[in-house]
Structure formats: C-alpha cells, structure tokens
C-alpha cells in the first residue's frame, strides 16, 4: 500500500484548507466506504483529513418547520430520531434497509451521499474500469450486469448509486449543505450526484475541497404518507435491485401530490418528476398507478442480465404508490 498521511481537522475551513493545499487527500469520517477502497487500491490519496471530530452531529429543527441533520450523524442515529421516525418516516426505513446494523453504527450522513458505487469490477483492480481509471473501459458493459443501470447509463459506465437514504432524501425535496474556500453553499439532493456521460469518474458536482457539513430536510406534509420499499436479492445487508420511495396525498380519491423517485436503477438517484406532474389531479385507483409505471419506465435501457429491472421497478412503483395512497387519503 502506498504510504499516506494523516491530519486530524478542528474546524471546517481548516479541513477545507488543508484539502485545496493538498488536492490528492480525502477526507474520512466514519470510513465505512473509504477503508474498504484504500484495501483494495483504488485510491491512494496522499493524505487522510479526519474529519469525524467536527461538530457536525446534531440533529435541529429549523425555523421554517424542517430538519437539519449534521453531516457527521451517524445513519443510526438519523434512522432512530424521533422527529425523523414521525414525520420523515420513509427517510428513517430507507436507512434502516440499508447496510447492517455495525455499519449504519459508524456511517454518517455524508459519507452515505458519497459512498461510491459497489459494480463488482471497479473494486478489482483485475479488470478495466472508467470510474476507477478513465479511458481504461467498461468491463461491466460486456461483463455480468445483472445489477447495472437501465437509466441515464452512458456507453462509458454503467454503474448504479448504493445508497438508500440518498433516494428518500431526493423524493424528500433535501439539499446538501456544503463548506468550500468561497464559503457555503445549497445543492438540492436531486443535483448532487452526476451521471456517468464522458466523465464516470466523478460521481458528484463538490468542488475541490468542498465538505458536505450538513443535510437539510424542509417541512414536508406529505413525507408522513412515505413508503420506502427495496427489493434486493436477500432480506438484509444487500444493496438493492430496485428501490422506490414514494409519497402521495389523496383527497376524495383524486391524488393532489406526488413524489417518487427510484433507487438501483441509475448512476444517481432517480427522480421522477414528470411521472409526478402526471399523477396530479388522476384517480387513485390501479390504472393510474399502471400508467404512471408504464410513463416512469419508458426511457429504459435495459442490459444483457438486468431486463428484469424493468418489470421489476414498474410492480414495486405500483405498489408503493398504492401504499402511499392509501396512508395519504383523507376520506
Ligand atoms: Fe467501472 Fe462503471 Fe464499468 Fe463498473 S460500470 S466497470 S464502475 S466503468
């Protein structure tokens, strides 16, 4: 392993500071991600910034009636606060869905925006990958895919985000608070992560040096109706083949909101929104939630081993969709 250093930050600009003097470092916090890619080599920063002593752990209410999670709240913490279990519920099952118990322990906020990718082959250094060193190929696109993209790919990486609380806070509406040397700055949660296009190697729009300090949720009436639903190839600790997050509010069985986005089926979470604008005003009934899954699929691309992406995300739209539906209806 290539020999780095350590320095621990007391405060966000020094950790700021110290990441622009010093471009090939990386920061770590819980380093449940970042451990893992230092064994395997796929990076070999010159330098580790601790950020994990930081005061960025509380979790506030804001003025305007939301939530501000520091970046550095553990995911358990997140999934266990009593005003994120009551009116943020889906944020808090999303979590819980995610990873085990020992991991959600450590992991924070942050780092769970910033996990990278688990394709199988970019983390063996074995076989070509553009996300690990660009230009070298794609062996996914020819290799097993079974858990790839079948949205917003590019012919240079065909990877899928990890994270299951980066897809609720994305229905959510959230924005990432982040800290570079011009100061702070808002990224809504939707625009945070990239797609893969020419560039796979970057995942998201930080800028060098830019620490995510905090997450912010805004009061949401709707986020009570939420369903989390993941489906993946066993019952824990297994990222998703597909994952739906999904809200609706319903008056006299016309739906008056909705909010969806998919989760395993894209390089970043996957909003949809004109999916969304489509269901406003329909019926709350099984035809509507088909059309709406027919309308949110129909820009898919699915790989040689993952067809089944496909029907698959359409039933667990239908599904959570009539979930929501049915919390969300008041008559
Ligand atoms: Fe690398 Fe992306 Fe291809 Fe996986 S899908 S091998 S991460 S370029």
Redesign the pocket.
């Known amino acids: 392993m290539k020999q780095f250093g350590y320095v621990r930050a007391h405060s966000t600009q020094e950790a700021v500071q110290n990441a622009i003097a010093q471009q090939d470092s990386l920061y770590i916090a819980g380093g449940t991600n970042v451990v893992d890619r230092l064994k395997a080599f796929l990076d070999e920063p010159s330098r580790l910034i601790d950020v994990s002593r930081l005061d960025l752990n509380q979790i506030e209410s804001t003025s305007d009636g939301g939530v501000k999670i520091g970046a550095l709240v553990t995911n358990t913490a997140v999934a266990n606060h009593p005003r994120i279990r009551q009116d943020y519920p889906l944020l808090s099952r999303a979590i819980l869905s995610g990873a085990s118990q020992q991991i959600r322990n450590v992991a924070t906020v942050g780092g769970n925006l910033l996990q990278r ?1 688990r ?1 199988p ?2 983390y063996d250094t074995a ?6 060193q660009p230009h070298s190929g ?4 020819e290799g097993i895919n079974r858990m ?1 993209a079948i949205l917003g790919a590019s012919e ?4 899928v985000h990890p994270s299951d609380m980066a897809v609720a806070l994305t229905a959510l509406d959230a924005v990432v608070e982040v800290e570079g040397s011009n100061g702070v700055r808002e990224i809504p949660v939707s625009q945070f992560h990239r797609l ?1 296009g020419e560039t ?1 190697q970057w995942d998201s729009h930080l800028e060098v040096g830019e620490l995510i300090t905090a997450v912010k949720l805004p009061p949401h009436p709707t986020a009570k109706t939420g369903v989390y639903l993941k489906l993946r190839d066993r019952a824990s600790f297994s990222f998703a083949l597909v994952s739906v997050a999904a809200m609706v509010s319903v008056t006299n069985n016309v739906i008056q909101k909705a909010y969806l986005a998919l989760g395993g089926v894209a390089h970043k979470p996957w909003r949809l929104w004109e999916t969304e604008a489509y269901l406003q005003g329909k019926s709350a009934d099984a035809e509507t939630w088909q059309q709406a899954t027919e309308m949110a699929l129909q820009d898919a691309q699915p790989l040689s081993h993952n067809h089944f992406k496909v029907d698959l995300s359409k039933r667990a739209m239908e599904r959570a969709l009539k979930l929501s539906a049915e919390r969300g209806s008041e008559t």
């Open positions: 990718t394709c082959y970019y076989f070509a990958c553009n996300k690990r794609c062996s996914a696109r790839h240079h990486c065909i990877a893969p796979p």
